[in-house]
């Protein structure tokens, strides 16, 4: 084939782009919920095809070879569990997810950057416990002062959070797109008020 087979494949491959899987463990839970476990429709046809999933949900839409019509998985199951880790990655998206997108010191969303508690020039450390989200300008009005210098308290300590904190965490921040396929593994382990 001379070209990307993705557009030899299916008749209109620029209507079919938009169609991801949700990626679900062998126990039906998300792989991760922020962001989103979602493989592209080719990857989620390839896994299926290959019989590394089961497909519990489809979209209406089908794709199609000269030998093969196929209709798009929404949701794929893994047919072997994937361990979640254990151990958090100290990056900026997981700190920022851990401070749930908020200026630590003020509750701002918007122009986050981090911030060391005690500052590097006082002996801080770049760790889970010193660093926080900060907006810009509580970011420069702190400096290189210590909070009591500075006047500024944090909203909560910082501490490192555990693999299932950070899942529970990125629960509170769905994709912009969910397909009515996906509610129903997304929130069905999700603790029920008490009436």
Known sequence: ??????????????????????????????????????????????????DRVDIVAEYDEVVRSPSTQIRIPSVVVLKDYVKPRKRVAFTRFNLFLRD????????????????????????????????????????LRKGSKSLRQAGMNLRKPPRQPDAEALRNTGRKFPPNHLHDSWIDFLYWDAELDEF
């Open 1 to 50: 084939m001379d070209g990307d087979f993705r557009t030899e494949f299916v008749r209109e491959p620029g209507a079919l782009r938009h169609h991801p899987a949700l990626v679900l463990n062998a126990d039906y839970r998300p792989l991760s919920y922020y962001p989103l476990s979602l493989w592209p429709w080719q990857e989620a046809i390839k896994a299926a095809w290959l």
């Open 100 to 139: 749930e997108f908020r200026c630590q010191y003020c509750g701002s969303r918007g122009d986050l950057t981090f911030d060391h508690v005690v500052p590097r020039a006082a002996g801080g450390v770049t760790s889970w416990q010193n660093v926080v989200a900060a907006c810009s300008p509580c970011n």
